[in-house]
Every structure is written in C-alpha cells, then in structure tokens.
C-alpha cells in the first residue's frame, strides 16, 4: 500500500470528480487546536511513484 507522509496531521481526504487519479488531502498542526493548516494534492499514478505531491497550500489555520 503506497504512503505519503506530512508534516502535519491529517484530517480530510477527497478524490478528484475531474481527474481520476487526483487526491486532496487536508491537515493541520497541532491537531487542530491551534497552528497552521496544508493542503496537499496528490497524484495516485499507476506508472512510475505510487504516490507524488503536485503542489501544496500552506493556510494560517487548520484545514
């Protein structure tokens, strides 16, 4: 099973309607009390890394 590791804990996870191999992943500091948030995109490709990060969103709260 393949894993992506954050720097941040983990809240929320949603699959893209658009691109079937498109990931969001929603976590913040903390646990969420207080601290900042990211928001991670993910693609899940079948060739190559099981798991890469496109780009990431840093926010000042948690996501």
């Known amino acids: 099973m393949p894993v992506f590791k954050t720097p941040f804990n983990g809240y929320s996870v949603k699959l893209s309607p658009f691109y079937e191999s498109g990931l969001a992943v929603a976590t913040a500091q903390n646990f969420g009390i207080l601290g900042n948030g990211r928001l991670h995109v993910l693609d ?20």
């Open 44 to 63: 899940l490709s079948l060739t190559g890394p099981a798991i890469t990060e496109l780009t990431a969103f840093d926010t000042a709260d948690g996501l």
